[in-house]
C-alpha cells in the first residue's frame, strides 16, 4: 500500500512539474515529434524540467488545449493567435519564426509542375485541397486569396479539408486535386517533387510561440530567452535545422506583428 | 608382414572415412541446396503477403487523402522490416509515395510487386528483400551441423579404427600371418624338393645322394637336424645313420637307434619303417614324454618330428626323419611335400643302385665275377701309365687251365663252368688290395700285379698253381693251370707286355704244363 502511495506522488509530482509544448497539426503528428523533439530536449536540458510535445487534432483543439491550460506553450499560426487573443486576451510571446532572417512567410497555391493552369481564375470548377479550416496560411489566407481573385467557395468544384499541409501536396501531387495550399516553406521543401506555385499571399508575419498566462514568469524569460539565442550556437543551429531547413532562428514578435492575419480574419465571409 | 596388415587396416580407416566425409558433405550440400530453394520460396511467400497487407493498410489513409499517415505507416513498415532493401509505393505513373532504397548486402534478393485499384489510383507496392542474412543463417546451420557430422564421423571412424584393430584385423592379420608363415615353409619345402630332385641327377652315389638331400632339406626349410637311416636286416634290426645334416647336438650319437619295437626302436624313423608309412609327432613334449628319443630331441630344443619311410618296390630302404624346434612345424601339405621327396629319395636310391650294378656287369665276367677282359684292357693301359710316371715296375701273369677241354668233354659243361668258378675264388683269395684278377676268355685268366717285379710276380703266381693244383673242383680228379709270367719293361706297349706273358704261358704249356714260367 505505502509503494502504491509513493509511485502515485511520485508520478503526481512528475506531471505537475512538466511543461508541455501544443502544437497545431500543420504537419502529421509523427513529423512534427520528428522535427520539434530536438528543441523538446534542448529546453527540457535548459529548465531541468521535462517538456513534452503535445499534438493537437485540429486547430480547434488547439485553441481549446490552451485556453483551459492543457498546454504551457503553444505554437500557432497568425490567425488562430489573434481568435486565442480574442477569446482569452493578451498572451506572452516567445519568439516566432525567421526563414533565411525575415519573421515572414508566405501561403502558396500549388499545381503540378505538368498543370495547364496559369492564374487563379481558372480555378474555378476545380477541386482545390486546404488544410485545416482554422489554418492559417493552408486555409484562411489562400481563401482569401480565392476571394480576392474573385472566386467563392460555390465557384470551385470541391474544397476538401486535409488534416496537414503534407496531405495537401501529395493530394496535389497525385491528382486528387487540381491545386492546393500550402505553406511556403512546405512548398520549397518538396517542389522538387513536380509542384508549381501558382499564386502566393503577401508576406504574412510567421508562425510563433506563446506562453500560457500560467506559466511563471521566470519559465517564460528563460524559454523566450533560450529561443531568441537558439541560433547562435551550434547546437541550436542542429535543432533548427530539424525544424526546418530554411529556418535561420526566432525572432522577437509583437501582438502588432499580425495585424494583417486580423485584416484577413474580416475580409472572410 | 604385420606393417603390411596395419598399411592395409589404416588405409581402410582412411577408405571408410573418406568415403564418409564425401558422403556427410554431398548431404550438407544436398541440405543446403534444399533449405536455400525452400528459403527462397517461403520468402518470396512471405514478401508477397507483405505486399498485400502494406497495400490493405495503406488503402484507408489514402482514400482520405491521408498522405502524411500513410507514408508514417510506410516509413514504421521499413524501420519494423530491416530486410526490405527496398519498398516502394506508387500510384498510377505519379511521383512515389514513398522509396526507400538501401544498398545491397549481397546479389541474393528476391523482389515482389504487388498492385490494386484505390479509388481511382492503381496502387502499386514493390518490395525486395535481401537474402543474403538468411542464407548466412542457413550456411551457419548447416556449417554446424557437417560439424557436427565431421565430428561424428571421426568419432565412428575412431570406434571404427579401435574395433578392428582389437576384434578384428589383428586376429584375422594374425591368422593370415600363421597361414604366410606355412607358404613360406611350403616354399622352402617345395624349393627343397626341387633341389633334392637336380642333386638325383646329379649325385654319383648313393652316399653322397643320401648327403645332398639332408642337407637341402636342413638348408631350405630350415630344420635344425636331417637325417636318413637304413634300416638293417641283422639281428638286431639296427638303423644306421647314412646320412645328416644340421647341428644335432650329439642326438643321433646318444641313441641306440634300431627299428624292431623296442625301447630303442620307438623314435619317428624306427616307426615309420615299422609301418612303412609317415609319421607325424606335432609335439614332442606331449605325444613323446618319457621316450629315450623324446627327451634327448626337446633337450636339445627339437618341438616336433617327422620320419617318411622311403620304399623301393615295397621293400624298405631306409628313413627320412626331420626335426623342427616349433610346435606343429609340419603341415599336411609340407609332409605331402616330404612324401613325395623321399619317393623321389627312393627312385633316386633304386636308380643309383641299378647304374652300380649295369656299371659293375659291364667290367665283369658273369660267370665268375671277376674283372671281364674290357675292364682288364682298360686296367693295364693305366697300370702301364702310373708305372710310368713313378717308375714303379709291375707284372702280368697269364693263367690257362691245362686240359680243360677233357673236362667239359668227361664232365659237361656245367661241371666245366663250375671249375671254372672254382679257380676264379682262389684268384679272389689271393688277391691283394691293389691287384686286379679277370678272366681273358675262355678257360684262360689274366693278374695285373702292381709294384710286383718278375720275383714277386712269380712267386705269387707260384702260389696260386700249387692252390690250384691241390683243389679237384668236385671233379675227385686233380685239375692243373699253367702260368706264364711278364715284367713290363720301360717304353714296353701293353700289347708287348701281354704278348711277352702269352709267349711264357705258352712254354709252360710246352714243358709239360702245371708250372709257372717267367720271361
Same mark, same amino acid.
Request: glycine share 6%.
Given at each position: 500500500?505505502?509503494?502504491?502511495?509513493?509511485?502515485?506522488?511520485?508520478?503526481?509530482?512528475?506531471?505537475?512539474?512538466?511543461?508541455?509544448?501544443?502544437?497545431?497539426?500543420?504537419?502529421?503528428?509523427?513529423?512534427?515529434?520528428?522535427?520539434?523533439?530536438?528543441?523538446?530536449?534542448?529546453?527540457?536540458?535548459?529548465?531541468?524540467?521535462?517538456?513534452?510535445?503535445?499534438?493537437?487534432?485540429?486547430?480547434?483543439?488547439?485553441?481549446?488545449?490552451?485556453?483551459?491550460?492543457?498546454?504551457?506553450?503553444?505554437?500557432?499560426?497568425?490567425?488562430?493567435?489573434?481568435?486565442?487573443?480574442?477569446?482569452?486576451?493578451?498572451?506572452?510571446?516567445?519568439?516566432?519564426?525567421?526563414?533565411?532572417?525575415?519573421?515572414?512567410?508566405?501561403?502558396?497555391?500549388?499545381?503540378?509542375?505538368?498543370?495547364?493552369?496559369?492564374?487563379?481564375?481558372?480555378?474555378?470548377?476545380?477541386?482545390?485541397?486546404?488544410?485545416?479550416?482554422?489554418?492559417?496560411?493552408?486555409?484562411?489566407?489562400?481563401?482569401?486569396?480565392?476571394?480576392?481573385?474573385?472566386?467563392?467557395?460555390?465557384?470551385?468544384?470541391?474544397?476538401?479539408?486535409?488534416?496537414?499541409?503534407?496531405?495537401?501536396?501529395?493530394?496535389?501531387?497525385?491528382?486528387?486535386?487540381?491545386?492546393?495550399?500550402?505553406?511556403?516553406?512546405?512548398?520549397?521543401?518538396?517542389?522538387?517533387?513536380?509542384?508549381?506555385?501558382?499564386?502566393?499571399?503577401?508576406?504574412?508575419?510567421?508562425?510563433?510561440?506563446?506562453?500560457?498566462?500560467?506559466?511563471?514568469?521566470?519559465?517564460?524569460?528563460?524559454?523566450?530567452?533560450?529561443?531568441?539565442?537558439?541560433?547562435?550556437?551550434?547546437?541550436?543551429?542542429?535543432?533548427?535545422?530539424?525544424?526546418?531547413?530554411?529556418?535561420?532562428?526566432?525572432?522577437?514578435?509583437?501582438?502588432?506583428?499580425?495585424?494583417?492575419?486580423?485584416?484577413?480574419?474580416?475580409?472572410?465571409? | 608382414?604385420?606393417?603390411?596388415?596395419?598399411?592395409?587396416?589404416?588405409?581402410?580407416?582412411?577408405?571408410?572415412?573418406?568415403?564418409?566425409?564425401?558422403?556427410?558433405?554431398?548431404? $550438407?550440400?544436398?541440405?543446403?541446396?534444399?533449405?536455400?530453394?525452400?528459403?527462397?520460396?517461403?520468402?518470396?511467400?512471405?514478401?508477397?503477403?507483405?505486399?498485400?497487407?502494406?497495400?490493405?493498410?495503406?488503402?484507408?489513409?489514402?482514400?482520405?487523402?491521408?498522405?502524411?499517415? !500513410?507514408?508514417?505507416?510506410?516509413?514504421?513498415?521499413?524501420?519494423?522490416?530491416?530486410?526490405?532493401?527496398?519498398?516502394?509505393?506508387?500510384?498510377?505513373?505519379?511521383?512515389?509515395?514513398?522509396?526507400?532504397?538501401?544498398?545491397?548486402?549481397?546479389?541474393?534478393?528476391?523482389?515482389?510487386?504487388?498492385? %490494386?485499384?484505390?479509388?481511382?489510383?492503381?496502387?502499386?507496392?514493390?518490395?525486395?528483400?535481401?537474402?543474403?542474412?538468411?542464407?548466412?543463417?542457413?550456411?551457419?546451420?548447416?556449417?554446424?551441423?557437417?560439424?557436427?557430422?565431421?565430428?561424428?564421423?571421426?568419432?565412428?571412424?575412431?570406434?571404427?579404427?579401435?574395433?578392428?584393430?582389437?576384434?578384428?584385423?589383428?586376429?584375422?592379420? %594374425?591368422?593370415?600371418?600363421?597361414?604366410?608363415?606355412?607358404?613360406?615353409?611350403?616354399?622352402?619345402?617345395?624349393?627343397?624338393?626341387?633341389?633334392?630332385?637336380?642333386?638325383?641327377?646329379? $649325385?654319383?652315389?648313393?652316399?653322397?645322394?643320401?648327403?645332398?638331400?639332408?642337407?637341402?632339406?636342413?638348408?631350405?626349410?630350415?630344420?635344425?637336424?636331417?637325417?636318413?637311416?637304413?634300416?638293417?636286416?641283422?639281428? !638286431?634290426?639296427?638303423?644306421?645313420?647314412?646320412?645328416?645334416?644340421?647341428?644335432?647336438?650329439?642326438?643321433?650319437?646318444?641313441?641306440?637307434?634300431?627299428?624292431?619295437?623296442?625301447?630303442?626302436?620307438?623314435?619317428?624313423?624306427?616307426?615309420?619303417?615299422?609301418?612303412?608309412?609317415?609319421?607325424?609327432?606335432?609335439?614332442?613334449?606331449?605325444?613323446?614324454?618319457?621316450?629315450?628319443?623324446?627327451?634327448?630331441?626337446?633337450?636339445?630344443?627339437?618341438?616336433?618330428?617327422?620320419?617318411? !619311410?622311403?620304399?623301393?618296390?615295397?621293400?624298405?630302404?631306409?628313413?627320412?626323419?626331420?626335426?623342427?624346434?616349433?610346435?606343429?612345424?609340419?603341415?599336411?601339405?609340407?609332409?605331402?611335400?616330404?612324401?613325395?621327396?623321399?619317393?623321389?629319395? $627312393?627312385?633316386?636310391?633304386?636308380?643309383?643302385?641299378?647304374?652300380?650294378?649295369?656299371?659293375?656287369?659291364?667290367?665283369?665276367?658273369?660267370?665268375?665275377?671277376?674283372?671281364?677282359?674290357?675292364?682288364?684292357?682298360?686296367?693295364?693301359?693305366?697300370?702301364?701309365?702310373? !708305372?710310368?710316371?713313378?717308375?714303379?715296375?709291375?707284372?702280368?701273369?697269364?693263367?690257362?687251365?691245362?686240359?680243360?677241354?677233357?673236362?667239359?668233354?668227361?664232365?659237361?659243361?656245367?661241371?666245366?663252368?663250375?671249375?671254372?668258378?672254382?679257380?676264379? $675264388?682262389?684268384?679272389?683269395?689271393?688277391?691283394?688290395?691293389?691287384?686286379?684278377?679277370?678272366?681273358?676268355?675262355?678257360?684262360?685268366?689274366?693278374?695285373?700285379?702292381?709294384?710286383?717285379?718278375?720275383?714277386?710276380?712269380?712267386?705269387?703266381?707260384?702260389?696260386?698253381?700249387?692252390?690250384?693244383?691241390?683243389?679237384?673242383?668236385?671233379?675227385?680228379?686233380?685239375?692243373?693251370?699253367?702260368?706264364?709270367?711278364?715284367?713290363?719293361?720301360?717304353? %714296353?706297349?701293353?700289347?708287348?707286355?701281354?704278348?711277352?706273358?702269352?709267349?711264357?704261358?705258352?712254354?709252360?704249356?710246352?714243358?709239360?704244363?702245371?708250372?709257372?714260367?717267367?720271361?
Amino acid at each position: 500500500m505505502l509503494k502504491v502511495v509513493l509511485l502515485f506522488l511520485v508520478v503526481s509530482l512528475g506531471v505537475a512539474d512538466r511543461i508541455k509544448i501544443g502544437f497545431m497539426p500543420y504537419l502529421s503528428a509523427q513529423t512534427i515529434h520528428d522535427r520539434y523533439t530536438p528543441l523538446a530536449d534542448h529546453l527540457s536540458w535548459v529548465l531541468d524540467r521535462p517538456v513534452r510535445i503535445v499534438v493537437a487534432r485540429n486547430h480547434a483543439h488547439q485553441a481549446e488545449l490552451f485556453k483551459k491550460g492543457a498546454v504551457d506553450v503553444a505554437f500557432l499560426g497568425g490567425n488562430p493567435y489573434v481568435r486565442i487573443v480574442e477569446a482569452v486576451g493578451p498572451q506572452p510571446i516567445l519568439a516566432r519564426f525567421a526563414f533565411g532572417g525575415a519573421p515572414h512567410f508566405r501561403s502558396v497555391i500549388i499545381v503540378r509542375e505538368d498543370s495547364p493552369l496559369t492564374a487563379l481564375e481558372q480555378l474555378q470548377n476545380k477541386r482545390i485541397a486546404l488544410g485545416d479550416p482554422h489554418s492559417t496560411l493552408s486555409s484562411e489566407v489562400p481563401l482569401d486569396l480565392l476571394h480576392q481573385a474573385g472566386l467563392e467557395a460555390d465557384d470551385l468544384a470541391s474544397i476538401t479539408h486535409l488534416s496537414n499541409h503534407e496531405n495537401i501536396l501529395y493530394g496535389v501531387l497525385f491528382g486528387a486535386f487540381e491545386a492546393g495550399a500550402v505553406a511556403e516553406e512546405i512548398f520549397m521543401e518538396n517542389r522538387h517533387r513536380g509542384l508549381r506555385a501558382l499564386s502566393y499571399s503577401e508576406p504574412l508575419s510567421t508562425h510563433l510561440f506563446i506562453a500560457h498566462s500560467s506559466l511563471e514568469d521566470a519559465d517564460v524569460r528563460a524559454i523566450k530567452e533560450r529561443l531568441l539565442t537558439l541560433h547562435q550556437s551550434p547546437q541550436g543551429q542542429r535543432i533548427l535545422r530539424a525544424i526546418h531547413p530554411n529556418l535561420s532562428g526566432f525572432v522577437p514578435g509583437e501582438d502588432s506583428d499580425y495585424d494583417a492575419h486580423r485584416a484577413i480574419l474580416k475580409r472572410l465571409p | 608382414m604385420t606393417e603390411t596388415y596395419h598399411h592395409q587396416k589404416n588405409r581402410l580407416i582412411a577408405l571408410i572415412l573418406v568415403t564418409l566425409l564425401g558422403f556427410n558433405g554431398a548431404v $550438407a550440400w544436398y541440405l543446403y541446396s534444399e533449405q536455400r530453394q525452400q528459403l527462397h520460396q517461403s520468402a518470396a511467400t512471405e514478401l508477397s503477403l507483405q505486399a498485400r497487407m502494406v497495400a490493405g493498410f495503406l488503402r484507408d489513409p489514402l482514400l482520405r487523402h491521408d498522405y502524411a499517415q !500513410a507514408r508514417h505507416f510506410l516509413s514504421h513498415w521499413k524501420d519494423s522490416h530491416p530486410q526490405l532493401q527496398t519498398l516502394s509505393v506508387q500510384l498510377d505513373n505519379q511521383p512515389p509515395l514513398f522509396e526507400h532504397h538501401q544498398p545491397p548486402l549481397s546479389g541474393r534478393f528476391i523482389t515482389q510487386r504487388h498492385q %490494386e485499384s484505390v479509388g481511382h489510383w492503381l496502387l502499386t507496392v514493390q518490395m525486395e528483400q535481401d537474402l543474403s542474412l538468411q542464407q548466412q543463417s542457413l550456411r551457419s546451420l548447416i556449417v554446424t551441423l557437417t560439424a557436427l557430422a565431421l565430428g561424428a564421423t571421426l568419432l565412428f571412424a575412431a570406434i571404427l579404427w579401435v574395433v578392428l584393430s582389437r576384434w578384428i584385423l589383428t586376429p584375422l592379420s %594374425e591368422e593370415i600371418k600363421n597361414q604366410t608363415a606355412q607358404i613360406s615353409r611350403l616354399n622352402h619345402a617345395y624349393k627343397a624338393l626341387s633341389e633334392s630332385n637336380m642333386a638325383l641327377l646329379t $649325385a654319383q652315389s648313393e652316399e653322397q645322394l643320401l648327403q645332398e638331400v639332408c642337407e637341402v632339406i636342413s638348408r631350405s626349410c630350415g630344420y635344425p637336424l636331417v637325417w636318413i637311416g637304413y634300416a638293417k636286416s641283422d639281428h !638286431a634290426r639296427s638303423l644306421q645313420v647314412m646320412a645328416q645334416a644340421g647341428e644335432d647336438g650329439g642326438y643321433l650319437k646318444a641313441l641306440d637307434l634300431c627299428w624292431q619295437d623296442a625301447p630303442c626302436g620307438q623314435s619317428p624313423a624306427a616307426s615309420a619303417i615299422r609301418q612303412k608309412a609317415s609319421v607325424v609327432i606335432q609335439s614332442i613334449a606331449r605325444e613323446a614324454d618319457g621316450t629315450v628319443w623324446g627327451e634327448a630331441a626337446l633337450k636339445r630344443g627339437f618341438q616336433s618330428g617327422c620320419a617318411l !619311410a622311403i620304399l623301393h618296390k615295397r621293400h624298405i630302404v631306409a628313413a627320412l626323419e626331420v626335426y623342427s624346434q616349433v610346435e606343429a612345424g609340419f603341415t599336411r601339405a609340407q609332409m605331402a611335400l616330404l612324401g613325395e621327396l623321399a619317393d623321389n629319395l $627312393a627312385f633316386g636310391i633304386a636308380a643309383l643302385r641299378d647304374r652300380q650294378r649295369v656299371e659293375t656287369l659291364s667290367v665283369t665276367d658273369p660267370l665268375t665275377g671277376l674283372a671281364n677282359r674290357n675292364r682288364i684292357s682298360g686296367a693295364l693301359i693305366a697300370q702301364r701309365d702310373l !708305372a710310368d710316371r713313378y717308375h714303379e715296375p709291375f707284372s702280368v701273369v697269364l693263367m690257362d687251365l691245362d686240359h680243360f677241354k677233357s673236362v667239359n668233354d668227361t664232365y659237361g659243361h656245367q661241371k666245366g663252368d663250375e671249375v671254372l668258378q672254382g679257380f676264379a $675264388a682262389i684268384l679272389e683269395k689271393n688277391r691283394r688290395k691293389s691287384d686286379l684278377m679277370g678272366r681273358w676268355g675262355g678257360e684262360e685268366f689274366i693278374a695285373i700285379l702292381p709294384k710286383n717285379d718278375a720275383a714277386a710276380a712269380s712267386f705269387q703266381a707260384e702260389r696260386i698253381r700249387q692252390q690250384v693244383e691241390k683243389s679237384d673242383f668236385g671233379l675227385g680228379r686233380a685239375v692243373t693251370a699253367s702260368f706264364g709270367v711278364a715284367t713290363a719293361k720301360a717304353d %714296353e706297349s701293353t700289347d708287348q707286355l701281354l704278348q711277352r706273358a702269352d709267349e711264357a704261358l705258352y712254354r709252360a704249356k710246352g714243358a709239360g704244363r702245371n708250372r709257372v714260367v717267367c720271361t
